[in-house]
């Protein structure tokens, strides 16, 4: 499979943006990947995947139960939840611990880390690849004799788009 490294963060901003495209990849390559894997991507995961597509801003799990409500009537919170386990377990998705909410993952197909750049501005969340970075801070971890379970980085401040009004004021 093709590794492709996320669109850059003037991709996303641009009103050329082809989110439609974004949606229809991240679709694609889920059912792709499930495919391989032998799992089901059921009609409600598949939902609730798209719905976290909707944007680049993270989403929480209760505004996907509203949102999926229209489609799905009978959906639970029960429901909601195990879709999310399952996209986060496949890595469809990615947990933003600083928001406690969700977004959509755009290189799935390949291993890799989790650097998020947030904006506190537009709420969209940029992904990184971050290699450097988080050789780093393993090797870090390491020195420290600390057992790693689970690492990501989450950075806080302004995309491109949101920090260019401040600047001009
Ligand atoms: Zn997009
Ligand atoms: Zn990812
Ligand atoms: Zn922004």
């Given at each position: 499979?093709?590794?492709?490294?996320?669109?850059?963060?003037?991709?996303?901003?641009?009103?050329?943006?082809?989110?439609?495209?974004?949606v229809?990849?991240?679709l694609?390559?889920a059912?792709?990947?499930?495919?391989?894997?032998?799992?089901?991507l059921t009609p409600i995961r598949r939902k609730v995947l798209e719905l976290i597509w909707e944007?680049?801003?993270?989403?929480?799990?209760?505004?996907l139960l509203?949102r999926i409500k229209p489609f799905e009537?009978?959906a639970?919170?029960?429901t909601v939840?195990?879709a999310l386990?399952?996209l986060?377990?496949?890595?469809?998705?990615?947990?933003?611990?600083?928001?406690?909410?969700?977004?959509?993952?755009?290189?799935?197909?390949?291993?890799?880390?989790?650097?998020?750049?947030?904006?506190?501005?537009?709420?969209?969340?940029?992904?990184?690849?971050?290699?450097?970075?988080?050789?780093?801070?393993?090797?870090?971890?390491?020195?420290?004799?600390?057992?790693?379970?689970?690492?990501?980085?989450?950075?806080?401040?302004?995309?491109?788009?949101?920090?260019?009004?401040?600047?001009?004021?």
């Amino acid at each position: 499979m093709n590794v492709r490294l996320p669109p850059s963060r003037e991709e996303y901003l641009t009103p050329t943006h082809d989110h439609r495209g974004c949606v229809d990849r991240a679709l694609r390559v889920a059912e792709q990947l499930c495919a391989q894997r032998e799992v089901r991507l059921t009609p409600i995961r598949r939902k609730v995947l798209e719905l976290i597509w909707e944007s680049h801003r993270a989403v929480k799990a209760y505004d996907l139960l509203d949102r999926i409500k229209p489609f799905e009537q009978a959906a639970k919170p029960a429901t909601v939840y195990r879709a999310l386990e399952f996209l986060l377990e496949q890595k469809l998705i990615h947990r933003v611990e600083s928001l406690n909410a969700f977004i959509g993952c755009n290189c799935s197909e390949r291993r890799h880390e989790q650097l998020l750049l947030i904006c506190e501005r537009c709420g969209n969340v940029e992904e990184r690849p971050g290699t450097e970075v988080m050789a780093a801070v393993a090797s870090e971890v390491e020195e420290a004799g600390f057992k790693l379970h689970r690492k990501a980085i989450e950075i806080h401040g302004l995309c491109p788009h949101c920090v260019q009004p401040e600047a001009e004021a």
